[in-house]
Structures are given as C-alpha cells and as structure tokens.
C-alpha cells in the first residue's frame, strides 16, 4: 500500500523559532510533492510546491525533497502564532489504474507560541 | 471571485435520505475531484474527473454517484445516507492530473 507518513504531533515552538515538518513516501515513482496548510475548519491551503531534489524557498517557507531517501521536509523561518495550523504533506502517486492521484498524510499539527 | 466554490456549505440531513453536493470552479483547469475528511482529520481521494471523464474512483460504496455536466462542474449526489457518511467533502481542482490542486471551502455533511 502506498503510504505518505507524517508525525503527527503536537509540535510546539516559540515565536520566532524554525519549525521543522517532516514527511516521509513510499511510491519510488511519485513526482510531484506538496504542502498544504490547513486551519482547524477551513479547507486545505496550498503553501508549497516541489519537483525536483533540493531546496526550494518561498518567503519564510523552504521545502526540502531528498527522492533517494523519498524524504521531504517544510521549513518555516520565523515561526509566527498565525502558523499555528495543520500541515499536511501530499504526494501524487500513481493509483491502480495508472491515474495520478494526490495522497495526504495524515498532518502534523503545529502550535507556535507567542 | 472564489476560485472553487462549494454549496452548500452545512447540510444536516437524516439516514436514509438523498443529497448533493455542488462544485463548480473558475480556474478553467482540466481536472476535479472530490475528498473526504472524516472526523481523524485525514483527507482521502473519493473521485477525479479529467475534461468531465471519471479517470479515479477509489473503493467508496456506489451510493456515491459524481455527475461532471461540464469540465467547471462536478457534483456528488448522495443515496441511502448512512450515519458513517457524516464527514466534511472538499471538492478540488488542478490544470492537469500532475498539477497542484486548489480546494473548495467544503461542505458538512451531518447525518443524523
């Protein structure tokens, strides 16, 4: 079974600290790689994007994607109390029927303090 | 101006009863889909439409049926509702099947 396996947390930081999320996948194939934040009763927001190995940095947000280790991380600088959130790694894989589908993790809560 | 709207956004309903869902998207992408979110939080694929052609249909019982009138549109109509049903449903659109994809505000569906 495919699977894209994040902690689940809580993970607690001080205000302005780095927050560290990790994500780890199973499908070798897969491609595409995401983060999304969500808000506790509101829908999944799309923060990040990455396709390739590497860093790629966006304001205070850096994705990391090792796709030996098939390993992808979100970095966030300056961890602000509007952070607070949960964030959720998605992965596109390859289904049954060789369709691309989107799967998530099951999201690593995060609190920032202030 | 919302990019992937939903309606409606709560629905209470009671067992056994039908219900639909409504999605449609602005973005002129390709690709819809609906998700589930149980009560776990954890967020699963339920159906993807490509161009208004069913191309994922995950192992959801076929008292889900999604209608695609058009590539803006995808709807989810519901039969027999069970209490299990209960959960939020985001629909979510993407330029192709590899892009990223951009969620709906989602709908609460209660069934009581």
């Known amino acids: 079974q495919k699977e894209v396996e994040q902690n689940s947390g809580p993970l607690s930081v001080p205000e302005g600290a780095i927050a560290s999320l990790n994500c780890t996948y199973s499908d070798r194939g897969s491609q595409s790689f995401f983060w999304y934040r969500q808000y506790s009763g509101k829908s999944p927001e799309l923060i990040m994007s990455i396709y390739s190995n590497g860093d790629k940095e966006d304001g205070r947000f850096t994705a990391q994607l090792n796709k030996a280790s098939q390993y992808v991380s979100l970095l966030i600088r300056d961890s602000q109390p509007s952070d607070s959130a949960t964030y959720l790694c998605?992965?596109?894989?390859?289904?049954?029927?060789?369709?691309?589908?989107?799967?998530f993790g099951s999201g690593t809560q995060l609190t920032v303090l202030p | 101006d919302t990019a992937v709207s939903q309606t409606p956004k709560y629905l209470v309903t009671q067992m056994g009863n039908d219900k639909s869902i409504k999605c449609e998207q602005n973005l002129g992408h390709d690709t819809m889909y609906w998700y589930k979110q149980d009560s776990k939080k954890f967020l699963k694929i339920m159906f993807s439409y490509n161009n208004k052609e069913l191309i994922i249909n995950e192992t959801v019982p076929n008292r889900f049926s999604p209608k695609s009138p058009d590539k803006a549109h995808l709807n989810l109509h519901i039969n027999s509702l069970e209490l299990g049903d209960s959960a939020v449903y985001f629909c979510?659109?993407?330029?192709?099947?590899?892009?990223?994809?951009?969620f709906g505000p989602g709908t609460r569906l209660t069934v009581t």
């Open positions: 998605a992965v596109i894989e390859i289904s049954s029927g060789s369709a691309r589908q989107l799967t």
């Open positions: 979510a659109s993407s330029q192709d099947s590899r892009g990223e994809q951009y």
